[in-house]
């Protein structure tokens, strides 16, 4: 998620605006529980405190890589149709004949089976393709390919 600004789908959007959520909610559950550390505490209290501050430091760079990445999803603007990045709807034909609707996608939804993310074998060979283009890529069967059909 670094480097340039790239645009995203609103499923992602919609998922990472979830997470933020969530982190957030667990962020405010942690530091309820952070207290002063004093020198009364026993050696084990201290060290209860300081893992729940490590942990509040985890997920405050967790909210920070999050919104982060929404802002620069804003600036980006929404996704090309000319060539597949992060963000596009690709209609794919596989070798068997069937074709595809997929969408392109930096976070993955368990319930969501048209959704392809950025760094999975296809849509690693989908990047950067147009209309026309097969892409060969990895299955747990083996290889494989696929052609792009269309990007909408």
């Not at 992060?86 to 959704?115: K, M, P, Q, W």
């Amino acid at each position: 998620m670094a480097g340039e600004a790239e645009p995203i789908s609103s499923k992602a959007r919609e998922a990472i605006e979830r997470d933020l959520v969530q982190l957030r909610g667990e962020r405010a559950a942690v530091a309820a529980t952070l207290h002063d550390v004093d020198s009364t505490g026993d050696r084990a209290d201290q060290a209860d405190e300081l893992q729940r501050a490590e942990e509040l430091s985890r997920l405050d760079d967790r909210i920070e890589t999050l919104t982060l990445r929404l802002k620069q999803a804003s600036v980006a603007g929404p996704p090309g149709v000319e060539v597949v990045g992060v963000g596009s709807s690709v209609s794919v034909r596989f070798a068997d004949g069937t074709v595809e609707a997929v969408e392109i996608g930096e976070v993955a939804e368990n319930l969501d089976r048209t959704l392809v993310t950025a760094d999975s074998p296809l849509g690693r060979a989908l990047l950067g393709r147009r209309a026309g283009d097969v892409v060969e890529y990895d299955t747990p069967q083996g290889p494989a390919s696929a052609t792009v059909v269309s990007l909408g």
